[in-house]
């Protein structure tokens, strides 16, 4: 037997495959079926900032509405369950699912700013997240704040969680940090016991018919894995202490087997379940564990990396020389 274990974050998982957070993971059901099928661990859905203050924020205000309206004055105002507002559907679904399985459950936390983000990053720790996963999404429209004061913004949000949390700390990137080497560097001295590479941006569109702004899920495709097959190559040759996980065009054992190899200590998919179901885990993991025996490796361990920048007879791949290479052989 091949074995596939794997260690991300400092925890030993029985796989190289994780699920990440969507639809499927909010669900004890879809929880136990991708367990059933070899994942590795789980990333629960996020727990939106802006989400939960905004939940809380209107039930005060209807709360403290009493009996100051003229509508009020003959019904009595509806019940808050607070149970389902703010965090606590978060922490209700994290206890459910520790409850449920036996591999480790990732919580995720999702912002723009500083602010809350350390506390429900605890709440979550301290209800038995195995780890945290922050996701660091924005859409950065001042025109006077730069790009190095957004990494510095993000840098201050990491070290406010890393501060309040004794979990093993992941930070989920977009594409977008100007320069990704040295980010990765500052951020591990701020806290970050890993990256994971990387966000997927869903970009407003324009209804024609409508003539308003609208957005709709697309899912991935295996050709967005190559930006994230770079720069995890670059970085495992950069930071080899820091745990890298691929995300974003991971639909097969293949796919995580290129991963792998770059230096990927995991392979995060979340469109190839959302097409295909909680069992096509199982399927990417044959096809992994196939791929290893056909090539004579005993392990995953003795996989990784092997590729990664510091690896391979020309670094330069990994750069601009591919970029022209690519270019000119068009023309």
């Known amino acids: 037997?091949?074995?596939?274990?794997?260690?991300?974050?400092?925890?030993?998982?029985?796989?190289?495959?994780?699920?990440?957070?969507?639809?499927?993971?909010?669900?004890?059901?879809?929880?136990?079926?991708?367990?059933?099928?070899?994942?590795?661990?789980?990333?629960?859905?996020?727990?939106?900032?802006?989400?939960?203050?905004?939940?809380?924020?209107?039930?005060?205000?209807?709360?403290?509405?009493?009996?100051?309206?003229?509508?009020?004055?003959?019904?009595?105002?509806?019940?808050?369950?607070?149970?389902?507002?703010?965090?606590?559907?978060?922490?209700?679904?994290?206890?459910?699912?520790?409850?449920?399985?036996?591999?480790?459950?990732?919580?995720?936390?999702?912002?723009?700013?500083?602010?809350d983000w350390a506390k429900y990053a605890r709440l979550l720790a301290d209800a038995g997240a195995d780890a945290v996963e922050l996701n660091l999404y924005s859409v950065n429209t001042n025109p006077d704040e730069s790009s190095a004061a957004v990494e510095d913004r993000y840098l201050r949000i990491i070290s406010m969680v890393r501060a309040q949390i004794e979990v093993p700390l992941a930070v989920k990137l977009s594409q977008h940090i100007t320069g990704l080497s040295s980010f990765a560097r500052r951020a591990e001295d701020a806290g970050a016991n890993g990256l994971v590479l990387f966000n997927r941006f869903y970009g407003a569109e324009v209804d024609l018919d409508a003539l308003a702004m609208t957005s709709r899920l697309a899912l991935s495709n295996p050709e967005e894995l190559r930006f994230p097959l770079r720069w995890i190559g670059i970085l495992r040759a950069q930071r080899p202490g820091l745990s890298l996980a691929a995300t974003t065009g991971v639909h097969s054992g293949l796919?995580?087997?290129?991963?792998?190899?770059?230096?990927?200590?995991?392979?995060?998919?979340?469109?190839?379940?959302?097409?295909?179901?909680?069992?096509?885990?199982?399927?990417?993991?044959?096809?992994?564990?196939?791929?290893?025996?056909?090539?004579?490796?005993?392990?995953?361990?003795?996989?990784?990396?092997?590729?990664?920048?510091?690896?391979?007879?020309?670094?330069?791949?990994?750069?601009?020389?591919?970029?022209?290479?690519?270019?000119?052989?068009?023309?």
């Not at 679904?93 to 500083?114: E, Y």
């Not at 796919?255 to 885990?281: E, F, M, N, P, Y």
């Open 255 to 331: 796919d995580a087997v290129k991963a792998l190899l770059v230096g990927a200590d995991v392979a995060c998919t979340t469109s190839a379940v959302l097409q295909h179901g909680t069992g096509r885990v199982g399927r990417m993991l044959a096809e992994l564990g196939t791929w290893l025996t056909d090539h004579d490796y005993d392990s995953v361990r003795q996989l990784q990396g092997s590729m990664s920048a510091d690896n391979v007879s020309d670094p330069a791949a990994f750069e601009r020389a591919q970029y022209m290479k690519v270019i000119t052989s068009q023309i």
């Open 1 to 115: 037997m091949v074995d596939v274990t794997t260690t991300y974050l400092g925890m030993q998982l029985r796989t190289p495959i994780i699920a990440s957070c969507s639809p499927l993971t909010g669900r004890i059901d879809s929880l136990r079926g991708l367990q059933d099928a070899g994942a590795g661990a789980v990333v629960l859905p996020s727990l939106f900032q802006e989400e939960v203050e905004a939940e809380e924020l209107a039930a005060v205000a209807l709360q403290d509405t009493g009996d100051d309206f003229a509508e009020f004055a003959s019904a009595p105002l509806p019940d808050i369950d607070w149970e389902r507002l703010g965090p606590d559907r978060h922490l209700r679904l994290l206890s459910q699912a520790k409850d449920a399985l036996q591999i480790p459950v990732l919580a995720s936390v999702n912002g723009t700013r500083p602010g």
